[in-house]
Nanobody, 116 residues
Framework: QVQLMEFGGGLVQTGGSLTLSCEAS????????MGWFRQAPGKEREFVAA????????EYADFVKGRFTISRERAKNTVNLQMYMLNPEDTALYYC?????????WGQGTQVTVSS
């Protein structure tokens, strides 16, 4: 059973940066892609970024292009999300997820709060 553990959330000022990390545990770990989603209070969960596990090809939501970078470390079963130029609209609970054959499995989430 794969478990996902997120790290790195916190409080940051507008214009600041944070890096989120997610480690997948469980053997064997098999994934088609890993990604990040977020959910702000009163809103639906939305896609942020994902990365193909095999070739590292990234995909981003339009609202984070140029500000966020997703990367993976296959040897550590880890995916990272570097976030720059944060603004209050980025405040949300950020979830790590792994996708296998079209199904996403979620972590518990880590809170990111951006103060104005």
């Amino acid at each position: 059973q794969v478990q996902l553990m997120e790290f790195g959330g916190g409080l940051v000022q507008t214009g600041g940066s944070l890096t989120l990390s997610c480690e997948a545990s469980g053997y064997p770990f098999i994934s088609d892609a890993m990604g990040w989603f977020r959910q702000a209070p009163g809103k639906e969960r939305e896609f942020v970024a994902a990365i193909r596990w095999a070739n590292g090809s990234p995909e981003y939501a339009d609202f984070v292009k140029g500000r966020f970078t997703i990367s993976r470390e296959r040897a550590k079963n880890t995916v990272n999300l570097q976030m720059y130029m944060l603004n209050p609209e980025d405040t949300a609970l950020y979830y790590c997820a792994t996708n296998l054959r079209g199904r996403w499995k979620w972590g518990q989430g880590t809170q990111v709060t951006v103060s104005s």
